[in-house]
């Protein structure tokens, strides 16, 4: 019932841009806070940006500058705009929705972003 689908990922080289989406469906995805998460090979996972439900925003400090996230309430998707590409921005980026104060959070299915010359 509840899923989420990331979709945007592939092959890009170093400088290239890239535009993930997130739809979400099975949740009222305008009280969420949204997030894209990366895992690098033999690295662990680290948050990448975020989205709250008021739309502040924040990004882990490899990627200010370079990425946006941004959301369609109206589409119930999220977004992950990546400029300025770089060879360690490699990994499988995964989509996360959490509503405030609950215990529970979803998770999409990954999708694989490479960048290489």
């Known amino acids: 019932q509840v899923q989420l689908v990331e979709s945007g990922g592939g092959l890009v080289q170093p400088g290239g841009s890239l535009r993930l989406s997130c739809a979400a469906s099975?949740?009222?995805?305008?009280?969420?806070?949204m997030h894209w998460y990366r895992q690098a090979p033999g690295k662990q996972r680290e948050l990448v940006a975020m989205?709250?439900?008021?739309?502040?925003?924040n990004y882990a400090d490899s990627v200010k500058g370079r990425f946006t996230i941004s959301r369609d309430n109206a589409k119930n998707t999220v977004y992950l705009q990546m400029n300025s590409m770089k060879p360690e921005d490699t990994a499988v980026y995964y989509c996360?929705?959490?509503?405030?104060?609950?215990?529970?959070?979803?998770w999409g299915q990954g999708t694989q972003v490479t960048v290489s010359s």
């Open positions: 099975g949740i009222l995805f305008s009280i969420y806070t």
């Open positions: 989205v709250t439900r008021g739309g502040s925003t």
């Open positions: 996360n929705a959490k509503a405030m104060g609950s215990a529970y959070d979803y």
